[in-house]
Each structure stands twice: as C-alpha cells, then as structure tokens.
C-alpha cells in the first residue's frame, strides 16, 4: 500500500546527553541505596525472651529467696539481704518481713530482672489480691485483721492434705483460737526449725520459739510461708463445723473430729501406719 502520509518526517531516535546519562545512573544508584536502607532502619532488634520463675504455693521465703537467687545467677544469700533494702509495701503489721507476701505465682525474668525488682513484683501481686473487698470482708467477719488472715492461710497451706481439707482446717484453727486453745500445729514448728518432716518430739514441742504454737496461744507472729489463693479463700470462709483436732490418717485420709478421745484413736492409726510403712 502506498504511504497516505507522505509529508511525514522520519521518527527521530532520543539519545541521552553524557550529563544525562550521568543523572540517570546517580539516580540509579539512590534507588538501590534506598531500597537496601530503608529495611536496615525498620529493622528492631528482636525482643529478648523471657524466661519464668514458678513459685509455687506454700513456699517459705527462704526458699523464694534461693530460687530467685539460682534464676538470676546471684550469689547465694543476694535476695535475702535485697529483701530488706528493696522498700516493700508490706503492711505495717509485718514489721518488714515479707513472709506471707511473696505472692505464689510464674514470673517474667530477662537479664533487667533484680531480685529487688522481682520482689517488688511478688509483694504488688499479693498486696493486691489480698487487699481485695471480698478479703477485707471475710477478715472482719472472723474478728481478726488481713495480715492474721494470711497468717492462717499460710497455716492452712502447710497443714491441709487435700485441697478439699483447707475449709475444714480453717475451720480448727478458729475453732481454738476462740476456746483460747493453743493451735498445736506442726507446721508451726517445722517453721521454726527450719525443716518440713511429719515427726515430732516431745522435745520439739518444747522449744523457746514464738512459733511453736504447742506452748504459746495465739497465732505465730507472722505468716509461716506464702499462702496461695486458695488458701486464702478458706482462710476467709472456713467449712462450718465443731471440729478441734485432726490427723491425716494416710494420704487423702484426713480425721476431723471434736471428741479428743476419737482423735487419740486416729493419732494411733497414724502411728501404727507409719510404723508398716517403715518395717516395709
């Protein structure tokens, strides 16, 4: 076909100048740069993993102190003397002593944690939980303050075989603190000797201790570990009933009883299974 459009000049080709060509390529080179900086500058280090301290109920300061001490490689005895320069808000009652408000629970540790800044944390959470209405409540309704409430608690923990117990147990040691009865609780002075074992002499219930609750009426001085929820919540609503004594028997058998004759019969069957246990 002939060209229709024969006054039609030719297409001309565009070639960059060498200024041009200059530009275009400093261009080039910014955009590479920029694509490579810009992920370099969003970039966040990655966020440290924190590991956790299980603190499980019941447990003494003392034993607090030494894992807190194993969980951030400190020296041994470094929590300990922490505790008292790490200006707790322990109510007034503790004296400065935070047994009993060393909150049982899983802690965030990373390598900012100290063991004053994990105390702090332990003592807001039980602070906090133990400074609710419905603790407030229940204390006032048993006659005695919120730190005697965790006090029992803490007895409750140690004392209780079963989770189903804590009422019942709760429920003795008010049943005796009212008829002036010394609670008689073994825990109490396993507290004091620094131990945990179910055999008691006559020479430990003899000891010169505020805490051997055989001699002195009342509750210890202060909490005997660090009691959990639970607990607690026996503590505050304790299972009705006339109990005063009780014995577990065997593991999951625990004898209630308000007759001392009935639990002189269970304290022999304790006796006599601890004795099998041994001879086998």
Do not use: C
């Not at 919540?233 to 109990?243: K, L, R, V, Y």
């Amino acid at each position: 076909m002939a060209n229709e459009f024969p006054d039609t000049p030719p297409r001309r080709t565009l070639r960059p100048t060498r200024r041009g060509f200059l530009v275009l390529l400093i261009g080039i080179a910014l955009v590479v740069a920029a694509a490579v900086l810009v992920p370099l500058l969003t970039r966040r280090p990655k966020a440290e993993r924190a590991r956790q301290l299980v603190i499980p109920e019941g447990r003494r300061a003392s034993q607090v102190y030494a894992a807190v001490d194993k969980t951030l490689a400190v020296a041994s005895g470094t929590t300990e003397k922490a505790a008292g320069a790490a200006d707790l808000p322990l109510p007034a009652e503790a004296k400065g002593n935070p047994e009993g408000y060393l909150f049982p629970a899983t802690y965030p540790v990373t390598s900012d944690t100290t063991p004053q800044s994990l105390l702090r944390y332990m003592v807001d959470t039980a602070v906090e939980r133990f400074g609710a209405d419905h603790i407030t409540a229940g204390a006032q309704r048993n006659g005695v303050s919120v730190y005697q409430t965790v006090t029992i608690a803490s007895i409750v923990q140690a004392e209780a075989d079963t989770d189903d117990d804590m009422g019942k147990v709760a429920r003795v040691i008010y049943n005796r603190l009212e008829r002036g009865m010394p609670l008689q609780m073994d825990s109490t002075l396993n507290y004091a000797l620094n131990r945990s074992t179910l055999e008691t002499t006559t020479g430990d219930t003899k000891i010169d201790s505020p805490y051997n609750s055989y001699e002195r009426k009342g509750l210890p001085p202060t909490p005997i570990g660090n009691p959990g929820e639970q607990a607690m919540t026996a503590a505050i609503t304790p299972t009705p009933g006339s109990w005063l004594y009780f014995v577990t028997v065997a593991p999951g058998d625990t004898r209630f009883t308000s007759s001392y004759a009935e639990h002189q019969r269970n304290v022999e069957e304790f006796n006599r299974n601890r004795s099998s246990a041994s001879d086998g």
